[in-house]
C-alpha cells in the first residue's frame, strides 16, 4: 500500500502542474477579457491548487498515519483530478 501513496504523490505533483498551466491561461484571459465568468474560471483552478497543495502536504507529513483502507481513497482521488485537468486543459489550450 505504499506504493499507492507514493504514486498518489506524484499525480499530485502532476495536476499541481495541470492546475498551474490553467491558472496561466484564466489569468492571461481575464487581463485581456476582464469578464466575470473568467474570473470565475481562475478562482475556481486557485481554489483546486490550494486543495492540491494541502493534500501533497498531508501524504508528504502524515503518510505513515493513513490506514490501508484511505489509501485507496486517496489514489483514486488523485487520479480521478488527474483525468479531469487533463480534459480541461486540452479543451481550455485547443
Known amino acids: ?3 499507492m501513496m507514493e504514486v ?7 495536476n499541481l502542474f495541470l492546475i498551474v498551466s490553467l491558472l ?3 489569468l492571461k484571459n481575464l487581463v485581456k477579457f476582464k469578464s466575470s465568468f473568467t474570473f470565475g474560471l481562475f478562482i475556481f483552478a486557485f481554489l483546486f491548487l490550494v486543495q492540491n497543495v494541502i493534500a ?4 508528504f507529513t502524515m503518510m505513515p498515519y ?5 489509501e485507496v481513497y486517496a489514489f483514486v482521488f488523485s487520479i480521478l483530478q488527474t483525468i479531469a485537468f487533463s ?3 486540452f479543451i481550455t489550450w485547443r
Open 8 to 14: 498518489s504523490k506524484w499525480i499530485l505533483i502532476l
Open 1 to 3: 500500500m505504499v506504493f
Open 56 to 59: 501533497l502536504y498531508f501524504l
Open 24 to 26: 496561466y491561461v484564466y
Open 87 to 89: 480534459i480541461l486543459n
Open 66 to 70: 493513513y490506514s490501508q483502507g484511505v
